[in-house]
């Protein structure tokens, strides 16, 4: 076209020329095609009948497991309702999210969920993956219950459409301080925790709480973080060995906690352990082996006492071949207060959903389940569990 | 107390060392960070724990322990070997000419695409090694030894060993040796320079292998993402102890590991993973090339 030299800069605007006649020839042939494909399958996405629900949690990582058995509660909630012609007249839809435990994967999970337009959101399963979500849940007047994120924080910010079905920290902590206290009576607590808003945050209210009950006789001797992610932790264990401790305390999950008591076991620490409900699971037990029998942690009453819990536990375990995981039965109360409320709204409108949330009087697998005004709900008492051989099994409640 | 943190931390610093040397001898011949040789030592502890459950589903390890174990290990250092020289052939191979950033690039890819491809094919959540070892522990005054890490100390040590021989004294070690000096002056001397680079991927992936298959047996968990962080780990070994350097790869790992071990017991177990950085930073203020790093003269 152009035959000038090169480096000129009437040769180098030619070639430019060049370019943007090509670069519109490109666009006029090509880009059409793609752009209507693209629109064609997202638009599909959004059939207007179906009422979308999101669910996150850690999906894949090493704490996929919970967000497995998280969305599997959830399923069976959905499919319990759409059998019976969905909420609304319209089939209920499951969308899942990942978040990797991460907050940053959060965030994006908790936009993700907010521009396709969901009516609620079942999740997420981690306090440090929850609390920022939830200001992004707030700005997109979406409802979101937690079944697992135990942090107090969670419900302090004063957002109106935040709820959450299981305890908090703080309660967690002083159930188990009290147990340390009138039952165990161990003086020396070594405490550890890993670092995130979870662990750290129930590692500090223990504490507080135990020197509140203890009242000068029990004493912490050792208090220290691990990684989560890492694998060993001879290092910080042999440290606790030398404080003679009489109960590790650890504020954390199982991939670590199962490790720290297996390690603990094998350097010949013989305090046994405590830990809250981030342990509560058949992974912890594998992971430890021989080691975990004789752990204790705090969770809420055993669902099995309910006949619906009874129920739920033997739908799971015919649907999934598993057995019952414990935050399966809190995603699947979950699940319903949610698709209850939107009923009760007579709307999938987010705001109008919160409220009727706030309103809700509903009996589930857990019991009958009313949320306060901060989105907690009312009647959450811990209990403390023991890991027996291949199993937990309730073993203390505070006295009333 | 003492005592036993310098066992706990020789124990990591072994691991270390092992994942170390594969580093350093390929760093030393192609002068390539193989970023992607976690993911073989990822590759290795899978596969020793796939291996020792299916050998426990037949009953063979109840018949004899020692023998499915080493089985085992020998099936992983074979298998890892032919992943290094697989890698380096699709990797490394035909960017040889390339700009220096080439091959770098390829070896972060590489080891993405391993830890995806290991992450869909075997699942994301945690895979446990079977409890078989007899929890036998040795006391030495207050400090305790356990049988798991004498066996890895033990088999660490030999391999070490058996490396540093092969490397000084057979007429492989010795054409590795001459191509890691000059490339070119080695080819012309009539040693097969891609031979000899498929031959120390081998060796450095069959090292990674073995040092998966301890930390399976020593934690007990294996996941897709433990290659990351040992990998960063063992590459600041690496560097620690020189670049290049056989030895110091193998001091540079023990060291980290006492560092880490110590340092978590003595200052703040919060910031475990942050000495083991600090000392490399300081390490390298004070002497660029590592501990037993030689400054090598500019080429011509």
Known sequence: MCERPQLTRSGLLCKLQKIILMGIFVRWTYLPWPLIGFLLVTGCNHRAGEIRIGVAGPMTGDQ??????????????????????????RRILLEIGDDQH???QAVLVANKFVDSSMVGVIGHFNSSASIPASSVYHEGHIPMITPASTNPQLTEQGYENVFRLCGKDDQQGKIAAEFVVNRLKA?????????????????????KNLEELGRGSFKVVYQGGITQGDKDFRGVLTSIAEARPDLIYFGGIYPEGGLIIRQAKELGLSAPMMSGDGVIDPKFLEIAGPAAQGTYLTFGPDPKAVPQGRRFVEKYRTRFGAEWAPYAIYAYDSANLLITAIEK?????????????????????????????????????????????????????PPE | MFLQQLINGLTLGAVYALLALGYTMVYGILELINFAHGEIYMIGAYLAVILTALLSARGLTQVSLFFSLALVLLICMLYCGAYGITLERLAYRPLRSAHRLSPLISAIGMSIFLQNFVMLTQGSSDRVFPQLFPRKTLRIGSAGLSLLQLVILSLSLVLMILLHLFIRKTRLGRAMRATAQDRVMASLCGIPIDGIIAATFF????LAAAAGFMVAIYYGLVNFSIGYVAGIKAFTAAVLGGIGNIPGAMMGGLLLGLIESL????????????????????????????LFGEKTADRA
């Open chain 1, 345 to 397: 709204a007579g709307t999938t409108d987010g705001k109008k959903v919160a409220e009727a949330l706030h309103r809700v009087k509903y009996d589930g697998a857990l019991g009958r389940i009313e949320f306060d005004s901060r989105g907690d709900i009312k009647k959450s008492p811990y209990v403390v569990w023991i890991a027996g051989t291949g199993e937990f099994k309730e073993y203390w409640a």
């Open chain 2, 263 to 290: 340092g978590s017991a003595y200052i703040s177990s919060e910031y475990k993973d942050g000495f083991a950085f600090l000392i490399l930073i300081l390490v390298l203020i004070v002497r660029p090339n590592g």
């Open chain 1, 102 to 104: 991460d907050p940053k």
């Open chain 2, 203 to 206: 060796i450095g992936s069959a």
């Open chain 1, 187 to 207: 003086v020396r607590v070594a405490i550890l925790h890993d670092k995130t808003t979870y662990g750290q945050g129930l590692g500090d209210l223990f504490r």
């Open chain 1, 64 to 89: 996929s497991k919970l967000g497995q058995d998280l969305q599997r509660g959830v399923e069976v909630a959905v499919e319990e309702w759409n059998q019976k012609g969905g909420v609304l007249g």
